[in-house]
């Protein structure tokens, strides 16, 4: 009988420091916080994506100019989907790199993702991008001409 009590406390005893040890893992697991979006270092430039979806399509503006380290922030407005795709011939010599590295969520190389939902937002960052004229257009609404130039001073 003794030995069935000390037997049985010690199995509560280990049963207990194990759930205690099992404790601690699930606390030291929990994730951090999502991060916030990273905010654009400098001045955000605003593009329109317009359209009915199937005879008039187009970038509002058409082009624009922006300092180095802007970036342009697109939005699909109406007859999306839409998206940006760069002609790498068009980019500036050295351009290709920095502006990959500034295009987030790319479907294709200097190609970023289709926006399918009004109010939808996608942004080029243009830091460490070199001055001169990036060519770029929509690729579903490129035969309704939806082109943009977007100099970089």
């Known amino acids: 009988m003794r030995f069935a009590l000390i037997t049985t406390v ?22 951090a916080p999502p991060a916030a979006p ?8 605003e593009v329109k994506m317009t359209g009915n979806g199937s005879t008039r399509a187009a970038f509002e503006p058409s082009t624009i100019t922006v ?3 802007a970036t342009v922030r ?10 940006i795709t760069f002609w790498s011939d068009s980019v500036p010599a050295g351009g290709a790199a920095a502006l ?8 294709d190389n200097l ?21 001169g004229t990036y060519k770029g257009y929509c690729t579903p609404h490129l035969t309704l001409g939806m082109k943009i130039a977007i100099t970089v001073k």
């Open 74 to 83: 697109f939005t699909n407005v109406s007859g999306g989907p839409h998206n």
């Open 67 to 69: 300092p180095a380290g």
């Open 10 to 31: 010690v199995t509560i005893g280990t049963l207990a420091a194990c759930g205690q040890k099992g404790g601690d893992q699930n606390q030291s697991q929990t994730s």
């Open 38 to 45: 990273a905010t654009p270092a400098g001045p955000v430039v």
């Open 111 to 131: 190609s970023g993702p289709f926006l399918t939902q009004p109010n939808e937002t996608y942004e080029v960052s243009f830091a460490n991008a070199p001055k």
């Open 100 to 107: 990959n590295a500034g295009m987030k969520n790319t479907v």
